[in-house]
């Protein structure tokens, strides 16, 4: 069992900054690739921003410039630092890890999501 608890959703005025949390835990050997999506109200889910074991990272074009994804690989943590907050960032929010299974294979997993509201 792999799981993914996610933390540091929340209400914030337009231009203010969150920073969400993602921690793994469970029967993980390595953890591949991880990201944040969202998905708003009436909309499909959608990435917000990737990195791999490497450090590299992507981002959706709506975000570049004001978020940073960031990973402790010691912690199993993956984090989301948003700044600039726009009104249409209000969202859901879901950690995405792809991870090597301690016994055997690999996992894709989804965390239940954070609410990102920002007010305008």
């Known amino acids: 069992q792999v799981q993914l608890v996610e933390s540091g959703g929340g209400l914030v005025q337009a231009g203010g900054s969150l920073r969400l949390s993602c921690a793994v835990s469970?029967?993980?050997?390595?953890?591949?690739?991880m990201g944040w999506y969202r998905q708003a109200p009436g909309k499909q889910r959608e990435l917000v921003a990737a990195i791999t074991s490497g450090g590299s990272t992507n981002y959706a074009d709506s975000v570049k410039g004001r978020c940073t994804i960031s990973r402790d690989n010691a912690k199993n943590t993956v984090y989301l630092q948003m700044n600039s907050l726009k009104p249409e960032d209000t969202a859901v929010y879901f950690c995405?890890?792809?991870?090597?299974?301690?016994?055997w294979g690999t996992g894709d997993y989804w965390g239940q999501g954070t609410q990102v509201t920002v007010s305008s």
């Open positions: 469970g029967s993980v050997f390595s953890i591949n690739a």
């Open positions: 995405n890890c792809n991870v090597d299974l301690a016994a």
